[in-house]
T-cell receptor
């Protein structure tokens, strides 16, 4: 079975600093997508960044970047220059060839002023 | 930016009662998803529609849950009878097709007393 594991239930970071959220996954597929979603308190889940497994180059979206290690099945999210608005639950998700999105347990990130 | 609309935002009901949730996807999105998110966990797919057809309902407890998307646009998820363990956030998402990014609604938070 395909699984996504986020080993950090909670993390905190000072405003303007950098934080890295970890994610590992398990699959036998070679082609797939990986995502990071952000879910602010009482607000909708929004897509932060996505990575195609066949691309070696790590995806970047403004202050958000990933470290994709396909052989290690690792997909970490780095947030640079953290802002108070980054406070949220962050979910790593795996999209398989069957069209199913599988989420990790989430990491609750608190950005402190 | 177009959004996925869900109602109600909150629902409190007693066990054994019937409850229904409604979702209106982004216009033109052929694929619609219902997820259940238990507090502190990632969302889990309940049912996926492609237009009006069910593509995947393998995780839907069919003895008490039903879902329909009669005209291939908006969708209703029903629980009858509700149980205490059904307390959760119910999220609706839509995408242009099954291999495109999913856009989430605000969700319906269900509390069973």
């Amino acid at each position: 079975a395909q699984t996504v594991t986020q080993s950090q239930p909670e993390m905190s970071v000072q405003e303007a600093e950098t934080v890295t959220l970890s994610c590992t996954y398990d699959t036998s597929e070679s082609n797939y997508y990986l995502f990071w979603y952000k879910q602010p308190p009482s607000r909708q889940m929004i897509l932060v960044i996505r990575q195609e497994a066949y691309k070696q180059q790590n995806a970047t979206e403004n202050r958000f970047s990933v470290n994709f290690q396909k052989a290690a099945k690792s997909f970490s999210l780095k947030i640079s220059d953290s802002q108070l608005g980054d406070t949220a639950m962050y979910f790593c998700a795996f999209y398989n060839q069957g069209g199913k999105l599988i989420f990790g347990q989430g990491t609750e990130l608190s950005v402190k002023p | 930016e177009a959004e996925v609309a869900q109602s109600p935002r909150y629902k409190i009901t007693e066990k054994s009662q019937a409850v229904a949730f409604w979702c209106d996807p982004i216009s033109g999105h052929a694929t619609l998803y219902w997820y259940r998110q238990i507090l502190g966990q990632g969302p889990e797919l309940l049912v996926q529609f492609q237009d009006e057809s069910v593509v995947d309902d393998s995780q839907l407890p069919k003895d008490r849950f039903s879902a329909e998307r009669l005209k291939g646009v908006d969708s209703t998820l029903k629980i009858q009878p509700a149980e205490l363990g059904d307390s959760a956030m119910y999220l609706c998402a839509s995408s242009l097709s099954s291999n495109q990014p999913q856009h989430f609604g605000d969700g319906t938070r269900l509390s069973i007393l």
